[in-house]
């Protein structure tokens, strides 16, 4: 059984030339998933698979940086000749149906159900897709609702933060992962605020959850990846690398 993770862009908080916002793609050999649909990633998502297959889509948190994609998908989907089998399910935060309606002046969801099962996250939420594939998600500590993503298949582990403070939570979700893709949004903490993580926030996450392999993702505007990276490593003592958009990580 083979587990990947395909990064589809890593920008934050907007999208750079050749650089989208966050978006990844998760496949097992049975089960593709969009994990985050951040500007552009929708775009980038089509050069590795076709977007009507897609098993399921799941979103962190309702930032524009890591949903705004959706509204692309939508169109692919019911106007673009994409045509899915079936409505694709959408694993989101409260609200998600009712901000995508809004971009079209509507406050009545249903003819999104065409294209779109949206589904509410919660903290604790499991769902199985195919023979093997488990997504669970964790509540994190951000400044809006926000999950990180527990991916399990075929005895392999995957672990994503999201967009996440220092928390219990997250050094949960990432106990003993094969792979923890982590953000390391921030230089430093300021007025105490703990929405984000430093690469030293992130190295020590991953070091505390004992995972085998660090990689280091949404770098915000005050660092460079390889600078967070460099000082994430230092932190975690262990293997870590640097998410580069069209890079495919086996688990």
């Not at 862009?9 to 050749?18: E, I, L, R, Y």
């Not at 994990?35 to 775009?43: E, I, L, N, T």
Request: charged share 25%.
């Amino acid at each position: 059984m083979s587990l990947t993770l395909t990064v589809l862009g890593t920008a934050s908080p907007h999208p750079q030339p050749d650089r989208p916002c966050s978006g990844y793609l998760v496949r097992d050999e049975d089960v593709a998933v969009w994990v985050d649909a951040g500007p552009g990633s929708f775009a980038e998502l089509q050069r590795h698979t076709d977007a009507a297959r897609l098993d399921a889509i799941w979103i962190s948190h309702l930032h524009a940086d890591h949903s705004a994609d959706l509204l692309a998908a939508f169109y692919g989907l019911a106007y673009g000749g994409l045509d899915p089998a079936a409505p694709l399910p959408v694993y989101a935060p409260q609200g998600c149906a009712e901000r995508l309606a809004g971009f079209f002046g509507r406050s009545d969801t249903s003819f999104l159900r065409g294209v779109f099962d949206v589904r509410t996250l919660r903290d604790g939420h499991r769902v199985r897709h195919g023979d093997d594939l488990l997504l669970t998600s964790r509540a994190v500590v951000h400044d809006v609702e926000a999950y990180g993503l527990r991916v399990e298949s075929g005895g392999r582990v995957l672990a994503y933060s999201g967009d996440s403070g220092p928390c219990p939570a997250l050094t949960e979700l990432a106990r003993d992962a094969d792979l923890f893709l982590c953000e390391a949004d921030i230089d430093e903490h300021r007025d105490g605020e703990q929405v984000h993580l430093t690469p030293e926030d992130a190295g020590i996450a991953a070091r505390r959850a004992g995972v085998r392999e660090l990689v280091v993702t949404h770098v915000g505007p005050t660092l460079t990846p390889e600078s967070a990276t460099s000082r994430a490593a230092a932190a975690f003592g262990g293997p870590t690398a640097t998410a580069r958009e069209g890079h495919v990580l086996r688990v």
